[in-house]
């Protein structure tokens, strides 16, 4: 089938043009043209910009558009004014940033939905983009119809390429080993999402033309902190590591937060976002790979093609050791 990928070739947009190659399907990708310009020459590269310049779609017909970087609503609809009808089975990727919270741990896809004081604001903030995102899925429903559109809400996306950096800070910390800082409670909720797993998903649901809204998460809950940091070191901790937890009240009073320590889930009433059902997807073909099984490809993948670490996510060795002796003298 011919799909068309609006990004393509960062982080998730490269997993799913992977996933459409290796199964054999007509590729076409809409992008700036400045990441990774010569990954994928078997695929059609049409350049432009989609807040700018869409005048490279207004030829062409697919059977599926999967759009990976919409944040506002004005992107989508400009998306499909100038794809009038060509697109296909329009695929949107989303968040579970979308539910208000707080949510129930193990709630669905029909869980409420965060809405936003200014609906015309394309200010990017913590507590704009969930709302942000509920827009981009109720326009692309009214403009592409609910019978042709697919909404995914991705938890944290891990995996190879990562350029957020926040699951690979803990796998090449854990991988250092000596006595590791860990944040919070260990049952703190926690969930991800390997890049690769949910691509392979999402072209599937491509090729079926499967309609509706699903979570892309794992593990289901329950699952912690201390499980996901359990299962990196399973993998890739030296002999003599230690992980040494730390309480959440010590760690914000001594000014640490969720970009120091990545994927932390500091704030209870935002915690149980962490811990949404991922069975209708399951019951739609997504199959998670053992978070260990990611950990350790992604430390192999900062041997051969690393991912340079991002400025201010995760804690500097000093900053580190600072804070443990603090804990430790405090007990």
Not at 207 to 233: C, K, N, Q, W
Not at 238 to 261: K, R, Y
């Amino acid at each position: 089938m011919r799909i068309l990928i609006i990004g393509g070739t960062a982080f998730v947009g490269r997993h799913i043009t992977e996933a459409a190659l290796a199964a054999g399907h007509d590729v076409t990708l809409f992008n700036r043209g400045r990441r990774n310009p010569g990954l994928f020459p078997q695929a059609t590269h049409l350049t432009g910009d989609r807040n700018t310049d869409l005048t490279a779609l207004e030829a062409g017909r697919w059977d599926a558009t999967i759009d990976v970087c919409a944040y506002f609503p004005r992107q989508v609809r400009e998306l499909a004014a100038m794809l009038d009808g060509r697109g296909g089975h329009h695929i949107f990727i989303s968040s579970t940033s979308a539910y208000r919270t707080p949510v129930a741990r193990g709630f669905t896809e029909d869980a409420p939905l965060a809405e936003l004081d200014d609906p015309d604001t394309e200010e990017i903030t913590d507590q704009t983009y969930g709302g942000l995102k509920v827009l981009c899925e109720h326009r692309a429903a009214e403009l592409y119809g609910a019978a042709n559109t697919t909404i995914v809400r991705p938890t944290y996306v891990i995996g190879p390429h990562d350029l957020s950096y926040r699951f690979t800070w803990w796998v090449e910390r854990i991988a250092r080993g000596g006595n590791v800082l860990a944040p919070g409670d260990p049952a703190d909720p926690i969930q991800v999402i390997d890049a690769r797993d949910m691509a392979s998903w999402i072209v599937g649901l491509a090729a079926g033309r499967v309609t509706g809204t699903f979570h892309a998460v794992s593990p289901p809950p329950p699952y912690g902190f201390g499980d996901l940091l359990e299962a990196i070191a399973a993998e890739v901790a030296p002999p003599g590591t230690e992980l040494v937890w730390v309480t959440s009240d010590f760690l914000l009073s001594h000014g640490a937060d969720e970009a120091s320590l990545p994927l932390w889930p500091a704030f209870d009433g935002e915690s149980d976002i962490n811990a949404a059902d991922p069975a209708a997807a399951i019951g739609t073909g997504l199959r998670p790979r053992p978070v260990g099984r990611s950990a350790a490809e992604v430390h192999d993948a900062q041997v051969t093609d690393p991912v340079a670490p991002r400025e201010g996510v995760g804690l500097a060795p000093e900053r580190e050791a600072e804070l443990l002796k603090h804990w430790l003298a405090s007990r």
